[in-house]
C-alpha cells in the first residue's frame, strides 16, 4: 500500500445551484421538472502545512433517497441539505489528522446515527458523507498531483480493516488489479413518460436533442439501454412492446437492464411480470437482451423477500436497498446477484462491493455467468442524474475504474447540457476534457459517439476534473471551519 498521507480538514463549504430539466423525467412515485444540484468544497491540511481545496457534486433527487409519499419534493431537498450539515460538523468536531479512508471510517456510524435521530433513513444519511469524502479524496490527489486511477490503485486513501466491513478483504491486491478502459457504452434510459417515436409526442421542445428513443439511437448511437416498469403489468407489456418494436430494428446486439424502481410488493409480482414478457412473441428478443432487473421490490421488504425460489430468469440487483456497507451481504443470502454504484451512496461502498464479487467469484462454485458473460456477483453502475462537470466526471471514473463495461447515463438527455451554467465554467470543461465534452446547439454537453464515452482525459491529477465550477454564481448553503 502506498504510505497514505494523514490530513487534517479545515474547512467545509455547502453550496447548490438550480437544475432545470428540458424534458420531465418520470421515475417510480415523481416525476422530475426541476432539482437543486449539490456542491461541496473541502479545504484540507497536510503534514508539511500545505493547504489546498477540493470539490464535489451531486444532484439531490426526490423521492429516491426517501419515497415516503407524505413528504413533498421540498421537504426531499431539506432532508438531502440535513444530510449534508450532519456530515459536514462531524467531519469538522475535532480538526484531528487522519488518512482519508479513516476520516471517513472514523465518522461512518456517528453520521448515520445523527441522521437517524432526524429521521433519516440509512441511504439518506450518506449521502453527505458520500460527497465529502469524493471532495477530500480530490484534494488529496490535487496535493500529490495524482490521478484518481492511480491514487486508488496504489490505496492512496488507506483503506484498511479498521472497519469491519472491509476485513477479510486483500484490499491493495484488489486496487492494484484494476485496469480503467479508455471508454464506456452509455446506457440510455427510457423513462416511463418519455416517448418512444415521434406519434408520442405532444408538444416539442425544439432544441435541437433527441426528443424519442428513435432520436436517441439515430443521433448517439446507443446499443445499451435501461427501460423503466411501473407495477402495472397491462401498461408495462404494452409499452414494452412499443420499446422493442423501436430496438429490434437494430441489426447489431442490443443489451438492456429492467428497473423496477420498488413498484412491487413482492417476488411474485416480478414473476407476473416476467411470465407475461415471455409469453409475448413480440418481447422475445428484449428479453433475451435483458442483462438484470434492478430493484423490484420495495425497500422495506426487499431484504426479507428471498429470490432463489422465484422464477424469474435474470439475475436481480439492489439498488435503493442498499442503505449500509453490510446490505449487499444480506442481500446475496436472499439470491440477489448485484449491487449498484451510485457515487450518492459514497465511492467507498462501491469500492467494498467490488472487491467482495470479486472475492464471492474466486471461490467454488461461483462460475455461473450471466447472458453477457459476466461471473455471477457483479456491479451494474446506474445514475442519479448526474450533471456535466464534476458530478458526471467523478462517478464516470469511479465505474471506470471497478471494470464496469457500461454505465446508465440520463442527465444529458433530460437537461441541456451546460446551458444554464457561466460561460466560462462551459469553456474550461471543454477546454480541459475536450474527449468528454463538446459544443452543440448553444451548449457544452456531454459527447456520446457511437454510443460511447471517451474517458481519457478524466486521467488528470485530483478526482477526475481538470477543471472546477463556478462557485460565486451559486447559493452558499452551509459554510464553516474545523475548530482550532
Same mark, same amino acid.
Given at each position: 500500500m502506498t504510505d497514505a498521507p494523514r490530513i487534517r480538514i479545515r474547512e467545509i463549504e455547502l453550496y447548490e445551484r438550480p437544475?432545470?430539466?428540458?424534458?420531465?423525467?418520470?421515475?417510480?412515485?415523481?416525476?422530475?421538472?426541476?432539482?437543486?444540484?449539490?456542491?461541496?468544497?473541502?479545504?484540507?491540511?497536510?503534514?508539511?502545512?500545505q493547504s489546498t481545496w477540493g %470539490?464535489?457534486?451531486?444532484?439531490? %433527487?426526490?423521492?429516491?433517497?426517501?419515497?415516503?409519499?407524505? =413528504?413533498?419534493?421540498?421537504?426531499?431537498?431539506?432532508?438531502?441539505?440535513? %444530510?449534508?450539515?450532519?456530515a459536514r460538523d462531524a467531519y469538522l468536531a475535532g480538526g484531528g489528522a487522519a488518512t482519508a479512508f479513516g476520516h471517513f471510517a472514523h465518522h461512518y456510524d456517528e453520521t448515520l446515527q445523527a441522521g437517524a435521530a432526524q429521521g433519516y433513513?440509512?441511504?439518506?444519511?450518506?449521502?453527505?458523507?458520500? =460527497?465529502?469524502?469524493?471532495?477530500?479524496?480530490?484534494?488529496?490527489?490535487?496535493?500529490?498531483?495524482?490521478?484518481?486511477?492511480?491514487? *486508488?490503485?496504489?490505496?492512496?486513501?488507506?483503506?484498511?480493516?479498521?472497519?469491519?466491513?472491509?476485513?477479510?478483504?486483500?484490499?491493495?491486491?484488489?486496487?492494484? +488489479?484494476? +485496469?480503467?478502459?479508455?471508454?464506456?457504452?452509455?446506457r440510455h434510459t427510457v423513462g416511463m413518460l418519455d416517448a418512444i417515436t415521434p406519434a408520442d409526442l405532444h408538444e416539442r421542445v425544439n432544441d435541437g436533442l433527441p426528443e424519442?428513443? +428513435?432520436?436517441?439511437?439515430?443521433?448517439?448511437?446507443?446499443?445499451?439501454?435501461? =427501460?423503466?416498469?411501473?407495477?402495472?403489468?397491462?401498461?408495462?407489456?404494452?409499452?414494452?412492446?412499443?420499446?422493442?418494436?423501436?430496438?429490434?430494428?437494430l441489426q447489431a446486439p442490443y443489451y438492456a437492464s429492467l428497473d423496477g424502481n420498488e413498484q412491487y410488493a413482492d417476488?411474485?409480482?416480478?414473476?407476473?411480470?416476467?411470465?407475461?414478457?415471455?409469453?409475448?412473441?413480440?418481447?422475445?428478443?428484449?428479453?433475451?437482451?435483458?442483462?438484470?432487473?434492478? +430493484?423490484?421490490?420495495?425497500?422495506?421488504?426487499?431484504?426479507?423477500?428471498?429470490?432463489?425460489?422465484?422464477?424469474?430468469?435474470?439475475?436481480v440487483i439492489i439498488d435503493e436497498s442498499d442503505g449500509e456497507l453490510n446490505t449487499f451481504v444480506q442481500a446475496r443470502a436472499r439470491g440477489y446477484s448485484g449491487v449498484s454504484s451510485k457515487t450518492c451512496k459514497g465511492f467507498y461502498k462501491s469500492v467494498l462491493n467490488a472487491a467482495r464479487c470479486a472475492q464471492w467469484n474466486a471461490q467454488p462454485g461461483s462460475q455461473a455467468v450471466s447472458p453477457e458473460g459476466a461471473l455471477r456477483y457483479f456491479m451494474s453502475a446506474e445514475d442519479l442524474t448526474t450533471q456535466a462537470g464534476l458530478s458526471v466526471q467523478q462517478d464516470l471514473a469511479l465505474v471506470n475504474l471497478l471494470g464496469i463495461t457500461h454505465v446508465e447515463r440520463n442527465g444529458h438527455y433530460y437537461v441541456n447540457g451546460m446551458a444554464a451554467q457561466p460561460a466560462s465554467e462551459q469553456q474550461a470543461f471543454l477546454l480541459a476534457h475536450g474527449d468528454v465534452y463538446e459544443r452543440s446547439h448553444g451548449a457544452v454537453r456531454l459527447?456520446?459517439?457511437?454510443?460511447?464515452?471517451?474517458?481519457g482525459s478524466l486521467a488528470c491529477a485530483g478526482f477526475a476534473s481538470?477543471? *472546477?465550477?463556478?462557485?460565486?454564481? *451559486?447559493?452558499? =448553503?452551509?459554510?464553516?471551519? %474545523?475548530?482550532?
Open positions: 437544475v432545470v430539466l428540458r424534458l420531465p423525467f418520470k421515475f417510480g412515485v415523481v416525476t422530475l421538472r426541476e432539482c437543486p444540484q449539490a456542491f461541496v468544497r473541502v479545504r484540507i491540511e497536510t503534514a508539511d502545512g %470539490a464535489a457534486a451531486e444532484m439531490m %433527487a426526490p423521492k429516491w433517497f426517501d419515497k415516503n409519499l407524505a =413528504l413533498s419534493n421540498d421537504d426531499n431537498f431539506d432532508q438531502l441539505r440535513g %444530510a449534508l450539515r450532519i433513513n440509512p441511504l439518506l444519511a450518506s449521502y453527505g458523507p458520500a =460527497l465529502v469524502d469524493r471532495a477530500i479524496f480530490d484534494v488529496l490527489c490535487r496535493t500529490r498531483q495524482v490521478s484518481f486511477y492511480d491514487a *486508488m490503485r496504489g490505496n492512496l486513501a488507506g483503506i484498511v480493516s479498521e472497519r469491519a466491513e472491509f476485513a477479510g478483504l486483500d484490499i491493495d491486491s484488489f486496487l492494484s +488489479q484494476l +485496469q480503467p478502459a479508455a471508454s464506456i457504452e452509455a424519442t428513443l +428513435q432520436d436517441v439511437i439515430a443521433i448517439w448511437g446507443h446499443r445499451y439501454f435501461k =427501460l423503466k416498469v411501473g407495477g402495472n403489468i397491462a401498461s408495462d407489456i404494452a409499452r414494452l412492446e412499443a420499446i422493442a418494436s423501436v430496438l429490434d430494428q417476488a411474485a409480482g416480478v414473476a407476473e411480470l416476467v411470465a407475461a414478457i415471455r409469453a409475448r412473441p413480440s418481447l422475445k428478443r428484449l428479453w433475451s437482451s435483458i442483462l438484470f432487473i434492478e +430493484q423490484p421490490i420495495a425497500r422495506k421488504v426487499a431484504l426479507d423477500v428471498d429470490l432463489r425460489a422465484a422464477p424469474l430468469g435474470k439475475p459527447k456520446i459517439q457511437d454510443g460511447r464515452i471517451a474517458l481538470a477543471a *472546477m465550477p463556478d462557485f460565486s454564481a *451559486m447559493t452558499p =448553503l452551509f459554510s464553516a471551519a %474545523a475548530r482550532a
